[in-house]
């Protein structure tokens, strides 16, 4: 039982953080459009993350609430990537981190809509519809900085520099996962690479961008090991949540 | 429970409840009511999000309670379903008039495949001037069921409630 658990809570905690991540851009984006497109996109990733919460609050059966599991876990029972924890930087590297991200995520949620858990394939549903146009922006987001300006093309290779190493890290599936596949609840993450790649190639062909050759992976998320950007995050997260617990609106 | 309660007559009592977002919408026009149940004590009241993090769903919640209780309803019980995952074609086509004659561009045409990169966006109208000159600033809106266009004929934006 505990897999599916973890399961879970791995794809909420992708959900959540990533989407906590880029609402910190509220106010601060570009240009306007953009910053609406930021915020949307971090509310579409909030929301997921909340429906994953109640499922596996559900499953966990103590109790417990989708804000417990947000606000009371710490670093190191978080199982997201870390990919989705690193910090937004410039607006590029807040787009590779999105399209890096969005491309796996697509791919994922659709071999979600066979889970054996019917919850899990009708929270897959209604995300993939949103996933969908975040792969579709942060696409044409990284074409358009790639075949951009000279300092556009600049930033986003100092992005595909600083963000590839964590990419990796999506294909390697922790043991909760393993677990999962065999009950038929959750995907191979590995069985998704090859749809990645191509993905990836695509994209970076039009944007005249290299694909990175195959390197050094840091890893860990999955498993609790953070960076510690994830701490500093969770600190402004909680803090509300940790200093007058059950807070309401 | 209620005297003479029927199906019909819940119906009747929610389109008392509007979209806190889209004020002129009701959450029937919306289409995320899908199912009224008259159980022997309990009304059930089947709802779908439109986005997985609308914001306004717990709202709608509160005033669909409001209304009923109003109405003699004393227990009450709102289900959420994901599945089928609610989409533009569920709009009604009253819902789609008012949209229109409140600014907002409701969708053109059936919900499509959004898997094409570089899809191309839905043809226009301005809700001012009609024109068809009109371009897609950003596939994001002031709310998540919107887009943002721009009309170059008499350059005012406007929103376009996106297919979904
Ligand atoms: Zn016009």
């Known amino acids: 039982m505990n897999y599916k658990l973890n399961y879970i809570l791995h794809l909420a905690d992708n959900a959540l953080i990533l989407g906590h991540r880029l609402s910190e851009w509220c106010g601060h984006g570009p240009v306007l459009e953009q910053d609406m497109a930021l915020t949307n996109i971090a509310l579409d990733l909030v929301g997921q993350s909340r429906s ?24 190191i029972d978080f199982k997201n990537v870390l990919l989705v924890e690193q910090e937004n930087g410039d607006f590029a590297q807040t787009i590779l981190r999105q399209f ?69 890290e999506l294909f390697i599936p922790a043991t909760y996962e393993l ?68 807070q309401e609106w | 429970m209620h005297h003479i309660t029927t199906k019909e007559s819940i119906y009747k009592l929610l389109e008392q409840v509007f979209d806190p977002e889209v004020p002129v919408l009701t959450i029937l026009d919306l289409g995320i009511v899908r199912d009224v149940i008259l159980g022997k004590e309990v009304l059930e009241i089947v709802i779908t999000p439109t986005y997985s993090g609308c914001p306004a769903m717990d709202m709608i919640e509160v005033n669909i309670k409001a209304v009923l209780q109003e109405n003699g309803f004393e227990k009450i019980k709102i289900k959420t379903i994901l599945s089928p995952a609610w989409t533009t074609d569920w709009l009604s086509e009253d819902g789609k008039r008012k949209l229109l004659e409140y600014g907002i561009v409701p969708p053109m045409g059936p919900s499509k495949s959004k898997r094409a990169l570089f899809a191309s966006a839905d043809a226009i109208q301005c809700p001012r001037c009609n024109s068809a000159k009109t371009e897609m600033l950003s596939q994001f809106g002031s709310t998540a069921c919107k887009a943002q266009y721009r009309c170059n004929e008499c350059l005012e934006p406007f929103d376009y409630f996106k297919c979904h």
Do not use: C
Not at chain 1, 52 to 75: H, N, P
Not at chain 1, 116 to 133: C, G, M, P
Not at chain 1, 218 to 245: C, D, S, V
């Open chain 1, 179 to 246: 677990e999962a596949v065999k009950e038929g609840l959750g995907v191979d993450s590995a069985s998704l690479k090859e749809l990645w790649s191509t993905e990836i190639k695509n994209v970076f062909d039009e944007a005249n961008l290299e694909v990175p050759e195959e390197s050094w992976v840091q890893k860990g998320g999955k498993n609790g090991i953070h960076t510690e950007k994830l701490g500093f995050l969770l600190a402004e997260m909680q803090f509300l949540q940790r200093a007058y617990p059950g």
């Open chain 1, 100 to 168: 890096l991200f969005d491309a796996y995520n697509f791919h994922l949620y659709q071999k979600l809509l066979k889970s054996s858990d019917k919850q899990l394939s009708a929270i897959a549903e209604k995300s993939l519809k949103e996933i969908t146009y975040h792969l579709r922006w942060s696409s044409e987001w990284v074409i358009r900085l790639g075949d951009g300006t000279e300092e556009s093309n600049r930033r986003i290779n100092e992005a595909i520099e600083a963000l590839w190493p964590y990419a990796g």
């Open chain 1, 52 to 75: 994953l919460y109640q499922l596996a609050a559900s499953i966990q059966d103590e109790g417990k609430t989708e804000d417990d599991l947000a606000y009371f876990r710490d670093v």
